[in-house]
Structure formats: structure tokens, C-alpha cells
């Protein structure tokens, strides 16, 4: 909007790593229908890069963002095998997350990394590089549907 004097972000580079366990329980014999339930544990970190425009200084700033993040939840599905190795299927996962990305701080609680004060979170003493850090660890959840193929291998 043309009166907002906002600092503006953008990320310049985004890459993550996932990793983690399941345990699945598939409720009844092998047949062509096969639901199942499950339990998982994850991992997943962030690496992120990101540039700062101020407008109304014109001040830029280059920061990043690295954080980690522990998920566990529930997974229900039902698998179709028209092949016997072969299945397909849909899924839904409930999870909690504790960390990841939480809103920024300067360090002293003060949360004035987005002000518009001039110094975008930046520390006059480290030449201008911000020392905005992540808020820390937080409570979060998500809710996810997918698709998946699985072989079996005899």
C-alpha cells in the first residue's frame, strides 16, 4: 500500500531437511482395501535467507533464519491394492510441533526487528547485519492430507 512504511522481507534462499519414524498398524488381512492407522515421530530444520527493504530509509539488510522443529502426530489412511506389491492410496496426518519459526526478538523482549526505527534490527556495532532471533521454541500444530504409492517387495 503506498502510505504503509513497513520494513518489507523477501526470502533469497530456502532449503529444508526432514527426517523421521513411523510405526503403522494396518487394521485388517491383506486384501485389495487396506486401512490403516499410525504414529510418527519428525525432525525438520530450515535454512533460510532473506533480504530487508526499509522505505522509508531506504536502508537493505541481508539476515537468515535457521531453526529446527520436533513433530509428532497421528497418521490415518486407506490403501487400495489392485496388484498385490502394488498400492495406492490417501492419508491424513494430525501433528503437534514444538520450535520452528517463531516471531523474532532483538534479545531483550522487546520484539523491534520489524519496527520502522531505521536500524531493521540491526546492531551499529557487527556493521549492519541484523541480530533478530528466533522467538524460540513455540507450540504449533498442522493438519495434512496426501497421496501415496507403495511396493511391496517379495
Do not use: W
Not at 80 to 100: M, Q
Amino acid at each position: 500500500f503506498p502510505g504503509d512504511g513497513a520494513v518489507r522481507y523477501g526470502f533469497t534462499s530456502c532449503s529444508s531437511l526432514k527426517g523421521g519414524l513411523q510405526l503403522v498398524f494396518h487394521i485388517l488381512p491383506r486384501t485389495i482395501v487396506d486401512p490403516y492407522f499410525g504414529f510418527e515421530i519428525m525432525g525438520q530444520t530450515a535454512f533460510t535467507q532473506y533480504r530487508s527493504f526499509d522505505p522509508n530509509t531506504g536502508q537493505t539488510n541481508q539476515g537468515k533464519d535457521n531453526n529446527f522443529e520436533l513433530q509428532t502426530g497421528m497418521r490415518l489412511g486407506i490403501d487400495a491394492h489392485p496388484i498385490p506389491t502394488l498400492g495406492a492410496g490417501i492419508y491424513t496426518t494430525l501433528a503437534a510441533s514444538v520450535g520452528g519459526s517463531q516471531p523474532p526478538n532483538d534479545g531483550n523482549n522487546n520484539n523491534n526487528c520489524s519496527s520502522n526505527s531505521g536500524n531493521n534490527g540491526s546492531n551499529s556495532s557487527n556493521s549492519g547485519s541484523p541480530t533478530c532471533n528466533n522467538g524460540g521454541a513455540g507450540l504449533g500444530s498442522y493438519f495434512m492430507f496426501g497421496l501415496r504409492v507403495a511396493y511391496t517387495f517379495k
